[in-house]
């Protein structure tokens, strides 16, 4: 399927697509946390993301199959008689779930656009779980790419842009935290998700089955170690709004549909899109919530694109250039005999 051509334009409707999912994401997530005097919980939010991602799960399996007969063999199979599986996968839903979680915290205490510049920390922090746990290698133009994205966040945090029509109160040091903690679990779970994945031939759907079945549990228990008390007293659904729904509905659906799209793109173009949602997060930060642009935060954030598109240029195949060389020096040599 990954070898399948594509068009232009079906490939520049994926980048649309990807973009507008994560700038939107991002932004109405800030507004709901920052508008509405009646705030709602956000770990309740957070499990009923991961039910509704079940469903849609269960829905794309069923395709996969055929019937709904084939559907449930591959759900008692791989469901009820794997627990192991299920205990293996209950380590990537536990690190999404803190994930999750910390989006919310970091969002309601910085603003949509230093978020979305600063979150793309997890380039780095995937970078090295991916040479620590799969034993991969980066090239330097990778690392040096890495340390100028670093560069650029260290910018964007170094003054704090402040947005002017925000009026609830803000920390924005606990918000950098909670980002910090949100890109270390990034990057350590979509690597090991990624090594539970080719370790098998396991459907894709099936794996995320699992991931999603063990996450609505941590997330349920979540709920109730951080609001139990007060979502008793005032319900799971306390504060929910039309924009709240929209949230939710984003974060399901949107991680699951990049993660189908992703597969005819380039990293080139994940790079163009990232960079691209950034700008469209600022622009909404500047319109919505009067965020106030100065000199470090558009310093920082054009780091972080020219270096998000660097990481992702194509390696150069080395193997291809020592075999060249070893040609033209052998054709040297018998010129000289």
């Given at each position: 399927?990954?070898?399948?051509?594509?068009s232009?334009a079906?490939k520049?409707?994926?980048?649309?697509?990807?973009?507008?999912?994560?700038?939107?994401?991002?932004?109405?997530?800030?507004?709901?946390?920052?508008?509405?005097?009646?705030?709602?919980?956000?770990?309740?939010?957070?499990?009923?993301t991961?039910?509704?991602?079940?469903?849609?799960?269960l829905g794309?399996?069923?395709?996969?199959?055929?019937?709904?007969?084939?559907?449930?063999?591959?759900?008692?199979?791989?469901?009820?008689?794997?627990p192991?599986?299920?205990?293996k996968?209950?380590?990537?839903?536990?690190?999404?779930?803190?994930?999750?979680?910390?989006?919310?915290?970091?969002l309601?205490n910085l603003?949509?656009?230093?978020?979305?510049?600063?979150?793309?920390?997890?380039?780095?922090?995937?970078?090295l779980?991916?040479?620590?746990?799969?034993?991969?290698?980066?090239?330097?133009?990778?690392?040096?790419?890495v340390?100028m994205?670093?560069?650029?966040?260290?910018?964007?945090?170094?003054?704090?842009?402040?947005?002017?029509?925000?009026?609830v109160?803000?920390?924005?040091?606990?918000?950098?935290?909670?980002i910090?903690?949100?890109?270390?679990?990034?990057?350590?779970?979509?690597?090991?998700?990624?090594?539970?994945?080719?370790?098998?031939d396991?459907?894709?759907?099936?794996?995320?089955?699992?991931?999603?079945?063990?996450?609505?549990?941590?997330?349920?228990?979540?709920?109730?170690?951080?609001?139990?008390?007060?979502?008793?007293?005032?319900?799971?659904?306390?504060?929910?709004?039309?924009?709240v729904c929209?949230?939710?509905?984003?974060?399901?659906v949107?991680g699951?549909?990049?993660?189908?799209?992703?597969?005819?793109?380039?990293?080139i173009?994940?790079?163009?899109?990232?960079?691209?949602a950034?700008?469209l997060?600022?622009?909404?930060?500047?319109?919505?919530?009067?965020?106030?642009?100065?000199?470090?935060?558009?310093t920082?954030?054009?780091?972080?694109?020219?270096?998000?598109?660097?990481?992702?240029l194509?390696?150069?195949?080395t193997t291809k250039?020592?075999k060249?060389?070893?040609d033209?020096?052998?054709?040297?040599k018998?010129?000289?005999?």
């Amino acid at each position: 399927m990954a070898n399948e051509p594509v068009s232009v334009a079906f490939k520049l409707y994926c980048l649309t697509v990807m973009t507008l999912v994560a700038a939107t994401y991002t932004v109405a997530l800030r507004y709901t946390r920052t508008v509405s005097s009646d705030l709602y919980f956000s770990t309740t939010a957070v499990c009923i993301t991961e039910v509704i991602k079940l469903f849609l799960s269960l829905g794309m399996l069923a395709k996969e199959t055929g019937s709904l007969s084939r559907l449930k063999t591959a759900v008692v199979d791989h469901v009820f008689r794997s627990p192991v599986e299920l205990l293996k996968l209950s380590v990537p839903s536990l690190v999404y779930a803190v994930q999750n979680n910390m989006a919310f915290v970091a969002l309601s205490n910085l603003d949509a656009a230093v978020y979305q510049v600063t979150y793309q920390l997890k380039i780095p922090c995937t970078a090295l779980c991916t040479v620590l746990m799969l034993n991969r290698s980066l090239s330097r133009l990778q690392w040096f790419s890495v340390f100028m994205l670093c560069g650029g966040v260290t910018l964007v945090q170094w003054t704090p842009a402040q947005s002017t029509k925000v009026q609830v109160q803000q920390n924005p040091f606990l918000g950098f935290i909670a980002i910090a903690v949100a890109v270390l679990c990034s990057g350590f779970a979509g690597v090991y998700f990624e090594k539970v994945l080719k370790s098998s031939d396991t459907s894709l759907w099936v794996r995320n089955i699992q991931m999603y079945l063990s996450g609505i549990v941590v997330t349920l228990v979540g709920v109730f170690v951080s609001d139990g008390a007060q979502v008793l007293e005032k319900g799971f659904f306390y504060g929910y709004t039309t924009w709240v729904c929209f949230v939710i509905l984003l974060a399901s659906v949107g991680g699951l549909y990049t993660s189908v799209v992703v597969k005819y793109t380039d990293n080139i173009m994940k790079g163009f899109s990232a960079a691209a949602a950034i700008v469209l997060s600022t622009v909404s930060s500047v319109t919505l919530f009067g965020l106030q642009i100065t000199a470090t935060f558009a310093t920082g954030a054009l780091l972080v694109c020219v270096s998000i598109y660097l990481y992702g240029l194509p390696k150069q195949d080395t193997t291809k250039l020592a075999k060249a060389d070893a040609d033209k020096e052998s054709r040297s040599k018998l010129i000289t005999v």
